[in-house]
């Protein structure tokens, strides 16, 4: 019998430990960890937010370590732009994906290209860059970006995304290869939320003589709203913290973009490129200031996110 006592006792242990353990865990990854990195980083970046105000360093443009004059707004817009942009031409092409390899691929050939999607998402960054870099931005420099100023160029409004010297090192072939980059996470995700859906629910609507855009539409859809934008959210993180690819093709110009065409800077470009060269504290500061606004950023959309995620569910409940 005490046998039996001292076992239930140290599985009770265990089980105790177990959960203080992994309660830790959360609270130290979803609390702890982000509040210490905001201390940090707000110690670091507090002697520019003195200098400058928070006010007017997020609405000035200008960025003269020589002069000491210090604003991010030039890559701030551009980090957003670049974002939005990506994720504008991710975001139907990763349904679209995601609807193939459910829906409409052949059983025998949706390993071979689920296994294919995935893969991509294992490519590192650098190489993405490289690659737009040497492929990509000539390509667009000398063909694609030619030919859409004259077919696009002349068109009221359009034609001002169109105007400028078409280098391929610009707004138009950072968001297109930063899109490339998000493409996998978000189909993947969107496709194992697909994958998730009752097998008789869809086949209920069949029975009612839906058609299968219908059953997606209707069904599927609605069900996997939270799926679809948690690869969303997933996807804008990424976006909006990507560097290297960023650094190859942005152009590094402390300027806000008037055209898809104008090369600009983003956050992550300029603290990459900056943070060895900041031989001053207030030029140092600035850039940890930098840091801050992209973390808070984060957050800020993330949130967002979170509500238009519960607006979606409330939307599509089914």
Do not use: C, H
Request: net charge neutral.
């Amino acid at each position: 019998m005490s046998n039996v006592n001292s076992a239930l006792k140290r599985a009770k242990l265990l089980e105790y430990i177990f959960r203080a353990v992994l309660g830790f865990s959360a609270l130290f990854i979803g609390i702890i960890l982000p509040i210490i990195i905001l201390i940090i980083l707000y110690k670091e970046a507090s002697l520019a937010i003195d200098k400058f105000g928070v006010i007017n360093f997020i609405t000035s443009t200008d960025w003269d370590p020589v002069a000491g004059k210090f604003g991010g707004l030039a890559p701030l817009v551009g980090t957003l732009i670049a974002t939005l942009l990506a994720t504008l031409i991710a975001a139907p092409i990763s349904m679209g994906i995601a609807i193939f390899l459910t829906e409409l691929s052949p059983n025998k050939l949706k390993p071979i290209f689920s296994t294919a999607i995935e893969l991509l998402a294992a490519i590192p960054s650098i190489i993405y860059g490289m690659w737009g870099l040497f492929v990509v931005a000539p390509l667009f420099g000398e063909k694609v970006e030619p030919w859409l100023q004259d077919k696009l160029g002349n068109v009221p409004v359009i034609g001002k995304l169109f105007e400028g010297s078409p280098t391929g090192i610009d707004v138009l072939t950072t968001s297109l290869v930063l899109a490339i980059m998000i493409i996998p996470f978000m189909s993947s995700v969107v496709k194992d939320a697909f994958n998730m859906v009752p097998p008789i629910m869809k086949e209920s609507a069949y029975a009612l003589g839906a058609t299968k855009w219908e059953v997606i539409k209707q069904v599927m859809i609605p069900i996997t709203a939270s799926g679809i934008a948690g690869g969303l959210i997933l996807s804008v993180g990424r976006a909006l913290g990507e560097t290297m690819a960023v650094t190859f093709l942005a152009g590094n110009v402390n300027q806000i973009p008037k055209s898809l065409l104008d090369p600009f800077t983003t956050i992550t470009v300029a603290l990459a490129n900056q943070f060895t060269e900041a031989d001053t504290d207030i030029y140092l500061s600035s850039l940890y200031f930098l840091a801050l606004i992209l973390f808070i950023m984060s957050f800020v959309i993330l949130y967002l996110s979170k509500l238009m995620l519960l607006q979606l569910e409330k939307k599509w409940k089914v």
